[in-house]
């Protein structure tokens, strides 16, 4: 899902208060046509009584906490006891609705300080973290032997609006990376290096593309492997903190995490719930907001011969102003494309706060033709919308995801609010929280940006970048 705002000019968005939970019947997106054993996985018939850590959430963000505490410490006996409780099924939510690919966007750096005016130290921080996940993703994939369809490639961001392509050139004149390859040249020229049919701008960075799904849940059958207790269908309702219920236990205070299906007391809680993190955490109500999109899959029909020039790349096409398409080719001849936010940026009850991804949008038919209106060769391909499907992203309205320590409480830490960009954070942000939680150390040594830090000062803050 792309990284969204709204247009200022629309009306003012009404109170938000804390998200429903998930629905428990949803559209079904692409990556989740090839379902895992351990899909709707108990490992228990019932919830165990208590544990030493729960994780809330059976997504990237949760697996990728669980697989970290679980790598390693086998012959020291030094695995923490954890359980994972996933409303519904692994991997979907977000993640299973995803594009399927990552980069390191070309204007990063200007936009973290321009835009969300981060210092220079900061944001080179931030931009030294994001560089950071390909390589690290990779070596994971390599060390276990995860089949996912990993692959490094380039993504390709072309601007198609002439003044908005002329400010894009100007800022990536600034930009000072060296694997930031900036495509020169005039309106044809252009076209024939991209394969984008009006191409103003363009410029390529380092990207990976992959099948979330199966990358999400190898890890959960690797944590299971060594231990992980994962119960799906079981929805957390609330928390609230309880007196040990020992006088000879030693780990003092306990949460009582409450379930349809019963309580379990965790003396150590991770809330890795994205859009739907203030059901749980009432106090992130309008701090993380439930924030729709829509992506689909186009195929092309059987026999088809190959198109010419064939897609190697992923892409991002910008139309101007907030509308923006992401373009991840497939192996199977087809790609998966998501955005289209132009179709319904001025219908805000469409996508702001909302949490349903059980239903669409009624702008589904904007992916019929995408390909044929944008890439040449593609032009009597007959390629055809095979699948939609919504998701729901989790929105900050000071554009950084919330992650470490729930201010005010004890032992309950957290990752949501990737805004749409969680792919580029998520892996090591995991490995930050696992450290933290396994090792206790402070958040400052945990690798992760300062600003990235939640905070009471946040939840306080009034300043609003989305809307």
């Known amino acids: 899902m792309p990284s969204p705002t709204a247009p200022p000019s629309t009306p003012a968005i009404p109170p938000i208060g804390p998200s429903p939970l998930p ?14 054993p351990l899909d709707a996985h108990r490992s228990t018939p019932s919830l165990p009584e208590k544990c030493e850590v729960l994780i809330v959430g059976a997504g990237m963000a949760g697996v990728s906490v669980a697989y970290h505490l679980m790598d390693g410490g086998a012959e020291k006996g030094e695995r923490p006891e954890v359980v994972m409780l996933e409303a519904r099924e692994v991997c979907s939510g977000a993640t299973g609705r995803n594009g399927g690919h990552l980069m390191h966007p070309p204007l990063l750096s200007s936009r973290l300080t321009s835009r969300l005016k981060l210092s220079s130290a900061d944001a080179a921080e931030v931009t030294a973290f994001v560089d950071a996940q390909i390589p690290a993703l990779k070596r994971v994939v390599e ?27 100007r800022k990536l004149k600034n930009e000072e990376r060296s694997d930031l390859w900036v495509l020169e040249g005039e309106l044809e ?31 959960v059958q690797i944590a299971v492997d060594r231990g992980l207790n994962l119960q799906t269908n079981t929805p957390v309702s609330s928390i609230t903190t309880v007196s040990s219920p020992s006088s000879s236990d030693s780990n003092g205070t306990y949460h009582s995490v409450h379930t349809p299906r019963g309580t379990i007391l965790a003396h150590k809680v991770i809330i890795a719930t994205n ?57 199977d001849g087809g790609v998966v494309i998501g955005g289209g936010q132009q179709t319904y940026l001025q219908e805000r009850e469409l996508y702001i706060n909302v949490a349903d991804d059980s239903s669409f949008m009624g702008k589904e038919k904007y992916f019929d033709g995408v390909m044929q209106r944008n890439f040449s060769g593609w032009e009597d391909s007959g390629a055809f919308i095979e699948n939609v499907w919504t998701g729901i992203m989790g ?3 000071d554009l950084r995801p919330h ?14 609010g990737f805004n749409g960009g969680g792919m580029t954070m998520i892996f090591l942000a995991a490995d930050g929280i696992a450290k933290m939680v396994r090792d206790d150390i ?13 905070s009471q000062q946040r939840l306080d803050s009034k300043s609003n970048l989305l809307f």
Not at 23 to 36: F, K, M, N, S, V
Not at 189 to 207: D, I, N, Q, W
Not at 442 to 454: L, N, Q, R, W
Request: glycine fraction near 6%.
């Open 275 to 331: 859009g739907y993190t203030s059901a749980i955490l009432p106090q992130y109500a309008g701090k993380i907001i439930p924030w729709r999109g829509m992506c689909s899959h186009v195929a092309v029909p059987e026999k088809t011969p190959p198109l010419h020039p064939k897609l190697t790349r992923t892409f991002n096409i910008h139309y101007g102003g907030n509308a923006a398409d992401y373009v991840n080719p497939r192996p």
């Open 395 to 397: 929105c900050t309205p």
């Open 143 to 169: 060390k276990e032997g995860i089949e996912c369809e990993f692959q490094t490639t380039r993504n390709v961001h072309v601007w198609l609006d002439e003044e908005e392509a002329e400010d894009v050139k």
């Open 403 to 416: 992650i470490g320590k729930v201010p005010g409480q004890t032992r309950i830490w957290m990752l949501a």
């Open 442 to 454: 402070k958040y400052e040594e945990s690798g992760i940006p300062k600003a990235f830090h939640t």
């Open 23 to 36: 629905a428990p019947h949803y559209t079904i997106p692409y990556w989740r046509t090839e379902l895992h």
């Open 189 to 219: 020229e252009l076209e024939r290096l991209t394969g984008v049919k009006g191409a103003r701008a363009a410029a390529s960075v380092p990207a990976a593309h992959l099948w979330p799904y199966k990358f999400v849940t190898s890890l």
